[in-house]
């Protein structure tokens, strides 16, 4: 299903083939009291596919409406195609998605599809991207009357529907089952490898392995990490060990231990640990090596969360990082 | 056949999609959004219909009177589109910047005036639909009279001289959430009405108050509207207070939709 090959052609149709899709430059953004994204400096350059990484509340819809020109940073400069996000004209080649909630619940899909449409010089049929993204027999329904996941498969298709060079993508499949989330990462590879800039944030890691070829990490509005897949996955690789020991003290000062904590209650607690390290394999022969005993020795892969907080943890052993932390 | 006349594109930047079809657009679905919710233009409706009911024709002297009853008819008549074009507008404004979809389509290649001229084009148009209870309770109920021509002169100047309420009520929507736009709305609606001559004709006002009232644009209004349905030339200030009004309350709107950025972060 190659629906798009003629409309996209990627960065050949740009006046300047190396001019950045989207830059940041500084980007601050505060509400009030709060600083939602920080000083915040990065480009989006064509052909790319890049996953925004982060928990809840990172700053990563903060740093989208930038570039969508919905809001203005505080300090700092933002620009998309050149020109300010601001002015319409600079839009006409990007596409976002809405939050599923968005969708006006009086309108019907295909008139909601037709709306966003209009916008665009070069839009793809109705029908088209309804087969697409398998909501054709949704078209004549009210969107009220639509479930998360149909209305999360028609935001998405709303940000493809103006053919456009970048796209960016809020959460596409939050709420989706394993099957509806599949057809989606499908559809995005599939615009992507016809010449679309991808823009994808998700809190889930499995998610962002799954596309992104560069990973920007994002948490209290500043940038963690902005490297390859690899790289990063490399950095965050870490997992959480549990084991007994009659001597937790000196298991839990073994070198790649980010963090630990006594877990159970009563008889069940004695000596049962649950450690945060950032490389297992490293952990498990310096243990060895160690000759402390222990037993009952499990190891799983961290939680995007319990790795970002060892990413955290491992920005702030650096003395830069700390001491930058401390002047806040 | 032509296709639509596509806009002179300057060689490094595309320009947006022409503005008349996409205005087109976006009118025809706010006014498909209304109609399949009805209920919220009905109230704004009745309201001036059941005024005149309820004030106008009780009082003989005043409705039995053609120069009165034409005149009380006629400002309840701006007070309907007035009242109309700010609540509607206002209310719907400043619900929309709490929802997310107005903030989705922020994101779009739509120019500001577009989204702003339609949603004022679709409530204008429920507003509209506002005074013609007033003119049907006006004609059976009191003595009430005016020529054809002066029917279509009048509704035209009424239509003409509701933009800054439009603009106004727009303004509002913008500025502020929904629950303070109600508010803020009320006490302006009121104030104008009364003040603007609405209610009470202003050739019983206090000289105070008459002069003070020639900056009203609900004052504007009623004595263009009532010029054209008399057919009489429109006094200078009258003209000057409503373009006034008009160009400024379009750069109030225009300035505050701008400035907007949705939903307060808390």
């Known amino acids: ?31 009030g009291e709060l600083t939602a994204l920080d000083d915040v400096t990065l480009d989006v350059n064509a052909g790319e596919l890049i996953g925004l990484l982060g928990p809840n509340g990172a700053g990563k819809s903060t740093l989208l409406s930038l570039v969508q020109g919905r809001r203005r940073p505080t300090s700092g400069t933002v620009e998309l195609f050149g020109g300010s996000p601001s002015d319409a004209r600079s839009r006409l080649r990007l596409g976002s998605t809405p939050q599923e909630t968005a969708l006006p619940d009086t309108l019907r899909v295909g008139e909601v599809v037709d709306l966003v449409a209009a916008h665009y010089p070069d839009r793809v049929p109705t029908a088209e991207i309804a087969d697409e993204f398998g909501f054709s027999e949704l078209l004549r329904r009210q969107c009220g009357s639509l479930s998360g996941g149909q209305k999360r498969r028609i935001a998405v298709a709303l940000a493809f529907v103006g053919r456009p060079k970048l796209v960016l993508l809020d959460e596409p499949t939050t709420g989706l089952d394993v099957d509806a989330r599949h057809v989606l990462w499908a559809a995005i590879r599939r615009h992507h490898a016809a010449g679309t800039t991808v823009v994808v944030t998700s809190h889930y890691l499995e998610e962002i392995e799954a596309l992104a070829e560069r990973v920007i990490v994002i948490d209290h509005g500043r940038v963690l990490a902005d490297d390859t897949l690899t790289a990063v996955r490399d950095r965050v690789m870490s997992a959480v060990v549990e084991l007994t020991s009659p001597e937790p003290a ?47 020795l499990t190891v799983r892969g961290a939680s995007l969360e319990e790795a970002f907080l060892a990413l955290t943890l491992t920005e702030q052993a650096t003395p830069l990082a700390a001491s930058d932390r401390s002047a806040s | 056949m032509t296709s639509t006349a596509a806009r002179p594109t300057d060689a490094p930047r595309a320009s947006t999609a022409p503005a008349l079809p996409l205005y087109a657009m976006h009118l025809r679905m706010l006014v498909i959004e209304t109609l399949r919710v009805p209920i919220a233009v009905i109230g704004t409706m009745a309201f001036p219909a059941l005024s005149l009911l309820f004030f106008v024709v009780p009082n003989r002297a005043v409705a039995e009177d053609p120069v009165f009853a034409t005149q009380a008819v006629l400002g309840l008549a701006v007070f309907a589109v007035m009242v109309s074009a700010l609540f509607n507008l206002g209310l719907t404004v ?6 997310p979809w107005d903030p989705y389509l922020r994101s779009l290649p739509l120019p500001a005036m577009v989204r702003i001229a339609a949603q004022i084009s679709s409530t204008a148009v429920f507003s509209f639909l506002a005074i013609v209870p007033v003119l049907i309770v006006g004609a059976v109920a009191t003595e009430a009279s005016v020529s054809v021509i002066g029917l279509v002169a009048g509704l035209v100047a009424l239509a003409v001289t509701s933009i800054p309420f439009l603009l106004l009520g727009a303004s509002i929507g913008y500025a502020f959430s929904s629950k303070a736009a109600i508010a803020v709305i009320q006490v302006g609606m009121f104030g104008f009405a009364f003040g603007g001559g609405l209610f009470f004709p202003p050739q019983l006002f206090p000289e105070w108050l008459e002069t003070l009232s020639r900056f009203f644009p609900s004052r504007h209004a009623r004595e263009l509207t009532l010029a054209a349905v008399e057919g009489t030339t429109p006094e200078l200030w009258m003209l000057a207070g409503a373009i006034a009004w008009t160009l400024g309350t379009a750069l109030l709107a225009l300035w505050l939709y701008r400035r907007d950025e949705g939903r307060r972060y808390r």
């Open chain 1, 250 to 296: 000196r298991v839990a000062a073994l070198p790649h231990v980010v963090r630990d904590e006594v877990v159970g209650e009563g008889a069940a607690a004695a000596g049962r640990l649950r450690l945060t390290v950032d490389d297992a394999d490293a952990f498990v022969r310096e243990l060895v090596t160690s000759g402390a005993a222990f037993e009952r």
């Open chain 1, 1 to 31: 299903m190659k629906a798009h090959a003629s409309g996209a052609t990627g960065a050949a149709t740009l006046a300047s083939t190396d001019a950045p899709f989207a830059r940041l430059v500084g980007a601050t953004r505060r509400f």
């Open chain 2, 94 to 99: 400043a619900e929309n910047r709490e929802k």
